[in-house]
């Protein structure tokens, strides 16, 4: 009988963003260490593996967590923070507004391009702040 599993794994990383459109105090640039947990579901292949957990980490830090650790997240239309920052810190440019919840479709977007069988990301922004994505 197949079993289907669900493993993952958890990485960590740094960054600074702000939410243009905030009202808030999100409006201030700020920096998050940011806990990612990506889940990947499958049937065990012949050794007892969903995934091997190497692989895994390989993956997620060559296509995420090299990108992102210690930069500027900024949104492309967000003038003020582009003219601030981009020619002076080391930067990436998003499509979108930083919020967890568009960070988590973008993480899982990429994942899914590399094969991997992705059934959740849950990106914490806060120790008591998380967005999950199921997919
Ligand atoms: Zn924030």
């Not at 459109?21 to 050794?47: A, I």
């Not at 992705?118 to 806060?126: A, D, Q, V, Y």
Request: glycine letters at 4%.
């Amino acid at each position: 009988m197949n079993k289907t599993f669900e493993i993952s794994k958890t990485f960590y990383f740094d960054m600074t963003h702000r939410l243009s459109f905030h009202e808030g105090k999100c409006n201030n640039l700020h920096g998050h260490t940011y806990k990612l947990e990506v889940f990947v579901s499958g049937d065990l292949d012949k050794h007892g593996f969903v995934i091997d957990f190497g692989d895994l980490k390989k993956i997620v830090t060559e296509d995420i967590i090299n990108l992102l650790d210690h930069t500027v997240a900024v949104y492309a239309n967000d003038d003020l923070l582009v003219s601030a920052v981009c020619d002076k810190f080391q930067t990436v440019l998003f499509p979108f507004e930083t919020t967890a919840e568009n960070l988590c479709a973008w993480i899982a977007e990429k994942l899914q391009s590399r094969s991997l069988n992705i059934s959740k990301i849950i990106l914490w922004e806060t120790p008591t702040n998380k967005a999950v994505l199921t997919l």
